[in-house]
């Protein structure tokens, strides 16, 4: 276990050490998900009560949206400079590219909620902050981390992989996605505490099942 | 030893490896040779563990690749033709990141060894996306000897070389079959092939077509031996040769 561990943060701070000299991934992420959050708040004339209601639908969007260029970089970046071969060839259980991939990743997108969370707060004029609210988004973003770096990796051996990735991604992380707004909303504006443990419980199942999914299949999925 | 038996490799239609088999001893520089297309890189690629075959299995000592594929893993050492190194990270960071992997024993000290096998330490702490193509090449290198493999894997390794680096590479070679263990070589450049390794196959047909020790071998003989068989392009011609 030890080992494979390693490989997961051996992996993990090599990517930190990359973007924190590039930039790349984070600072186009950040940039796409300010413009998301601002094209709403200017866009709909809407009163305080509405845009509180709105404000789970619209984080989870640009979330989602801003998560798919870092699952599409992280992965592409590896095969463009061959670096996935020298990945393969390590004597660590595959698997660990997987985390260490969807470790860096979660990173990302959990930067990027820290920031659209406030900005979207701020131009409001409405707290959005409770831990209940943070659960949701550890949960949310996992999910779908762990679903999206499964599918770049099956995408970054195909040709049209940037445009391959949103097709396979969206439609497998829509139960995420409802669940992770339905429990946001119900946060945000109170609601049923039963309905609220359901959509929590599918998060939290949605989460296993597709860490589960990712152990048996990556190794698969990245032969040849 | 390594013993590949009977590898079957394809790609969509085309055949690459036609039931290969190859044995590789201690100490041997085996140098591989064969036209563009004939599936070097293809068994580079299979026996370093990259390409699953269809058939065949590879013996490494008392297991297969397939069986204990982490130890397999283990003790090879790999250079293709690109150099899977970080544009983004130093020379350094790139080995660092490797020996963490590959769980190198006192990994810094490793790390500045190889360095200086390669004469990169005066330039380690400089971004990778920096260095010219024989710099990387040397990089390469030393990334695949971090480990101390049993087994050398090296696809054109001298690309990009200058005259010195080659000569660095040549006597690693050396040294590491020296030390009882074995360099794979794919190569186009027969006559540093003659001059370095101890054996010389010809891959054609996806088989190995032709297979002698370089020792006594005539420049001229063997140039005339690889057109003559590299020309054959019936297969089933070939299936009689050593293999």
Redesign the interface.
């Known amino acids: 276990m030890k080992?494979f561990i390693?490989?997961v943060f051996?992996?993990f701070?090599?990517d930190l050490?990359?973007e924190k000299?590039?930039r790349e991934i984070l600072g186009t992420m950040l940039v796409f998900a300010l413009t998301v959050i601002l094209i709403f708040v200017f866009s709909f004339d809407l009163s305080v009560e509405m845009r509180r209601k709105a404000a789970a639908g619209v984080i989870w969007v640009t979330l989602c949206f801003a998560g798919s260029i870092s699952l599409n970089r992280t992965m592409g970046l590896e095969k463009d400079?061959?670096?996935f071969?020298?990945?393969?060839?390590?004597?660590?259980?595959r698997t660990a590219i997987y985390f260490g991939k969807a470790l860096v990743n979660w990173l990302y997108l959990l930067i990027t909620a820290a920031i659209v969370v406030p900005v979207y707060s701020l131009f409001n004029n409405t707290s959005l902050f409770s831990w209940g609210v943070l659960g949701v988004i550890l949960l949310g973003t996992l999910g779908y981390i762990l679903t999206g770096t499964l599918l770049s990796s099956l995408a970054i051996q195909l040709r049209a992989r940037d445009m391959l990735l949103p097709v396979l991604l969206f439609p497998v992380v829509i139960p995420l996605l409802l669940a992770a707004v339905r429990a946001s909303t119900i946060l945000l504006q109170g609601g049923s505490t039963t309905e609220l443990g359901t959509w929590l419980l599918m998060l939290a199942g949605y989460d296993l099942l597709f860490s589960a999914v990712g152990v048996l299949l990556f190794d698969k999925i990245i032969?040849? | 030893m390594i013993r590949a038996i009977n590898l079957t490799k394809s790609f969509g239609n085309r055949r690459i490896l036609r039931g290969l088999s190859l044995t590789l001893e201690a100490g041997e520089i085996v140098a591989l040779a064969g036209v563009n297309g004939a599936g070097k890189t293809t068994l580079l690629r299979v026996l370093?563990?990259?390409?699953?075959p269809e058939l065949g299995v590879i013996h490494y000592g008392q297991f297969t690749s397939r069986s204990q594929p982490?130890?397999y893993?283990?003790s090879?050492g790999?250079v293709?033709h690109?150099?899977?190194?970080?544009?983004?990270?130093t020379g350094r960071?790139n080995l660092r990141?490797?020996s963490?992997?590959?769980?190198v024993a006192n990994h810094e000290e490793r790390v500045r060894q190889v360095l200086d096998l390669v004469d990169l330490r005066a330039r380690a702490d400089e971004?990778v996306r920096t260095y010219s193509r024989g710099m990387q090449q040397r990089l390469a290198i030393a990334?695949a000897l971090l480990h101390d493999p049993a087994l050398l894997l090296m696809d054109e390794p001298f690309t990009g070389l200058d005259q010195r680096s080659t000569a660095v590479l040549i006597s690693l070679m050396r040294q590491s079959a020296a030390d009882g263990k074995m360099v794979l070589l794919a190569t186009h450049d027969l006559e540093n092939a003659a001059s370095i390794s101890t054996r010389i196959d010809i891959l054609h047909g996806g088989k190995i077509a032709w297979s002698q020790p370089a020792a006594g071998l005539k420049p001229g003989k063997l140039m005339t031996t690889y057109s003559e068989i590299t020309r054959q392009t019936d297969v089933s011609r070939l299936d009689g040769g050593a293999a």
């Open positions: 080992p390693g490989a051996a992996i701070w090599k050490l990359a000299r590039t400079r061959e670096g071969d020298s990945l393969l060839l390590a004597p660590v259980d032969e040849e | 370093a563990d990259l390409l699953r982490l130890a893993r283990r090879i790999v293709l690109a150099p899977m190194l970080y544009g983004n990270l960071e990141f490797f963490r992997l590959y769980r971004l990334r």
